[in-house]
């Protein structure tokens, strides 16, 4: 089985930066998106960015320009730059992998990791 492991997740001032990371262990050929989503108390869990097996991205709008989604194939990883980082930030992310649907910030979900806590102070 396919298993999703994040890492990265720490505690920033208002304007500063996080890198967040998900490796995927096992065969993932049959996942053709895969991405970030966030979830902060109190709030539905909401897609960050996604990434399609050709590279393709989508960002939720309040993080366009500031968060850059990447994969590196070697390794077999995601990775989430975080820039200009604010308070509404603040969230658990977790890395997703979806099998059907449209590699979208609607994309159906089949997988997910365990989360990693991203937190940002004024």
């Known amino acids: 089985q396919v298993e999703l492991v994040e890492s990265g997740g720490d505690s920033v001032q208002s304007g500063g930066s996080l890198s967040v990371s998900c490796t995927a262990s096992?065969?993932?050929?049959?996942?053709?998106?895969m991405g970030w989503f966030r979830q902060a108390p109190g709030k539905e869990r909401e897609a960050v960015a996604v990434i399609a097996r050709n590279g393709w991205t989508n960002y939720e709008d309040s993080v366009e320009g500031r968060f850059t989604l990447s994969q590196d194939k070697v390794k077999n990883t995601l990775h989430l730059q975080m820039n200009n980082l604010k308070p509404e930030d603040t969230a658990m992310y977790y890395c997703a992998a979806g099998i059907s649907g449209t590699c979208s910030l609607r994309a159906r979900i089949s997988l997910w990791g365990q989360g990693t806590q991203g937190t940002v102070s004024s």
């Open positions: 096992g065969n993932t050929d049959n996942y053709f998106c």
